[in-house]
């Protein structure tokens, strides 16, 4: 058993989607890094593949996206890892832009603009709670091959896909925790690497030993 921090979402309005108000927050936000432009929306049909990556001149792209997978973004969590909140933060996908201001980022540099974006559209509030949960651990095995790309790319995950290039050891990891439904985590000490991968497997769900 791992010692991991578990994320409660609350949420209180959804885009007029859910109703419910709930009181603001008290604490001073005033140099809290904010996008400078951002939009969000429903999308227009449901996709089993969620995107969600940083674009040239330091904006955010997120296609199919639920809440759930913006918060693991948000607060490099996985999906395990975020409780609470009603069924739909898990069902319902949004259509995201943003623009961090023109320079490069990557996502885990605007997860700052990120939590911002979600406190602002979706009145969002987390608490933070220390619990055990049962876990996989990444380890490196052999000669690992560097990715060619520069920046992070976008992970794919389908039922019985995991496919990517200039992928992160963190959204390996978070790919990993979506298709088991258990928190992996990252032991290969190799967190500055990226890599290309295209895992397949036949069966409904990812095989377990």
């Known amino acids: 058993m791992n010692t991991q921090t578990k994320v409660r979402a609350v949420m209180c309005l959804m885009l007029g989607v859910?109703?419910?108000?709930?009181?603001?927050?008290?604490?001073?936000?005033?140099?809290?890094?904010?996008?400078?432009?951002?939009?969000?929306?429903?999308?227009?049909?449901?996709?089993?593949?969620?995107?969600?990556?940083?674009?040239?001149?330091?904006?955010?792209?997120?296609?199919?996206?639920?809440?759930?997978?913006?918060?693991q973004v948000a607060y490099a969590v996985s999906s395990a890892s975020v409780g609470g909140?009603?069924?739909?933060?898990?069902?319902?996908?949004?259509?995201?832009?943003?623009?961090?201001?023109?320079?490069?980022?990557?996502?885990?540099?605007?997860?700052?603009?990120?939590?911002?974006?979600?406190?602002?559209?979706?009145?969002?509030?987390?608490?933070?709670?220390?619990?055990?949960?049962?876990?996989?651990?990444?380890?490196?095995?052999?000669?690992?091959?560097?990715?060619s790309y520069l920046l992070p790319g976008a992970i794919f995950v389908l039922p019985n896909v995991l496919s990517g290039n200039g992928l992160t050891l963190r959204q390996i990891t978070a790919g990993l925790s979506d298709v088991t439904g258990y928190n992996v985590i990252d032991r290969t000490a190799q967190e500055d690497m990226r890599v290309d991968i295209k895992w397949q497997w036949t069966s409904p769900t990812i095989p377990l030993v």
């Open 18 to 71: 859910v109703g419910g108000m709930c009181a603001a927050l008290t604490s001073n936000r005033q140099h809290v890094p904010k996008f400078q432009e951002a939009t969000v929306s429903l999308s227009r049909r449901q996709s089993n593949t969620t995107v969600i990556v940083p674009v040239p001149q330091g904006r955010l792209k997120a296609s199919h996206a639920t809440l759930s997978s913006l918060i």
């Open 85 to 147: 909140g009603p069924d739909w933060i898990r069902d319902t996908q949004f259509e995201v832009s943003a623009y961090s201001g023109g320079a490069e980022a990557t996502l885990s540099a605007l997860a700052p603009q990120l939590k911002e974006l979600l406190r602002d559209k979706f009145k969002l509030q987390v608490s933070e709670e220390v619990v055990k949960l049962p876990a996989y651990a990444l380890i490196a095995v052999g000669k690992q091959t560097p990715s």
